[in-house]
């Protein structure tokens, strides 16, 4: 089981940008995925989480400019960045809560990042 991420780059103050993260392999079910991102120098912190009910939760520096959504069918979730601030620069990183056959065991799985670069 994999998270592939992508849609990250470079980005001016006040422009938008899209991330899709698509989980592949032996899936049997997903509960929550979510966002989270790493700035230099500072720990990996929560942006949003969506579970599969559709239920979600933000970080309140990213209430109001970011939304996340899911496409169940597709085990694919999507976060939509507007209003971008330099400080929203950081490594964005998928994460999923998800049961995997054929041991149908709970685990938890992170993908690899993308950057995300809000400059002038």
């Known amino acids: 089981v994999q998270l592939v991420e992508s849609g990250g780059g470079l980005v001016q103050p006040g422009g938008s940008l899209r991330l899709s993260c698509a989980a592949s392999?032996?899936?049997?079910?997903?509960?929550?995925m979510g966002w989270y991102r790493q700035a230099p120098g500072k720990q990996r912190e929560l942006v949003a989480t969506?579970?599969?009910?559709?239920?979600?939760n933000y970080a309140d520096s990213v209430k109001d400019r970011f939304t996340i959504s899911r496409d169940n069918a597709k085990n694919t979730v999507y976060l939509q960045m507007n209003s971008l601030k330099p400080e929203d620069t950081a490594v964005y990183y998928c994460?999923?809560?998800?049961?995997?056959?054929?041991?149908?065991?709970?685990?938890?799985?992170w993908g690899q990042g993308t950057l995300v670069t809000v400059s002038s």
């Open positions: 994460n999923a809560g998800l049961v995997t056959r054929p041991s149908y065991k709970y685990r938890e799985v």
């Open positions: 969506i579970i599969s009910g559709g239920s979600t």
């Open positions: 392999g032996s899936i049997f079910s997903i509960n929550a």
